[in-house]
């Protein structure tokens, strides 16, 4: 339950920061500026004021300045600062675990308590062993796959209903969904079987050669045969033409 709330807060806190990230604008501090000078000068408001000079030859003098400044300044936001979680003793095994994010216009801070699930197993098997439990104190370590594994590999399988030993592996075999490291352990036995059956089929293709070349050896070792007999025969008709019959 613990486990799954810290994944449902962790999920949240992600999706608000991308959202933040994505669809906030930045703020821009900008501004225009146009200032129009000279003898015909036309003024923001409505206003326009003309100032022309006619000589007697009936020229005409007309003289205009514009000056425009635009700039474009961003500002750098205040940062969001994440809050402090601390536990309140030391013999807890809860860490805080806070974050937060900033972006221009808007920023989001947040946290929370997470337990320590490898701590709480470290510190009750160690007070079941304090009272004498050692079994159990055994038993409550076995629930991290690590040890678990490590036990099956030393040939000391973890408690199961009671039984140890030879007791335990034969309910672990038989219940072994009920293991900690079942994920892991369907996983190893897949690959063992998949070598095991890659060994298979090398083992028949070379006993499968082996029986070729026993099949082709024998028929030449028949045919050699086969030729011997007939030049033996060939052999014994000849000697017997040499034969002279007495009556």
């Known amino acids: 339950m613990g486990r799954s709330m810290n994944y449902y807060f962790t999920g949240i806190l992600i999706i608000l ?13 900008g501004s225009t500026q146009t200032n129009t000078s000279g003898s015909n000068t036309a003024i923001e408001g409505g206003y326009t004021s003309t100032a022309t000079t006619t000589y007697e030859s009936g020229s005409t ?4 300045t514009t000056n425009t400044t635009n700039s474009d300044i961003k500002s750098a936001p205040p940062s969001a600062a994440a ?27 947040g946290g929370k308590h997470v337990i320590d699930e490898n701590c709480e197993r470290l510190k009750l098997a160690r007070i079941l062993n304090d009272f004498g439990m050692k079994v159990a104190a055994v ?31 034969a309910l672990w075999s038989k219940y072994d969904h009920e293991r900690p490291d079942y994920d892991l352990y369907v996983k190893r036995m897949k690959a063992r ?32 045969d086969r030729e011997a007999a007939k030049d033996k025969i060939k052999e014994e008709l000849k000697n017997l033409k040499n034969v002279r019959w007495f009556g």
Do not use: H
Request: proline fraction near 4%; charge should be negative.
């Open 139 to 169: 038993a409550i370590l076995c629930q991290d796959e690590r040890v678990f594994e490590s036990m099956i590999q030393a040939g000391t399988p973890c408690p199961i209903d009671g039984r140890i030993g030879k007791e335990a592996q």
């Open 17 to 29: 920061m991308t959202l933040l990230a994505f669809c906030v604008k930045p703020a821009y501090g």
């Open 83 to 109: 809050p402090s979680y601390n536990s309140m003793t030391q013999d807890v095994c809860a860490v805080g675990v806070s974050a937060g994010i900033q972006t221009f216009g808007i920023g989001l801070s």
């Open 193 to 224: 079987k998949d070598k095991e059956e890659k060994i298979a089929k090398e083992a028949a293709l070379v006993e499968k050669k082996r029986i070729e070349e026993e099949a082709k050896m024998t028929k030449e070792f028949e045919k050699a």
């Open 61 to 64: 003098s007309t003289s205009t």
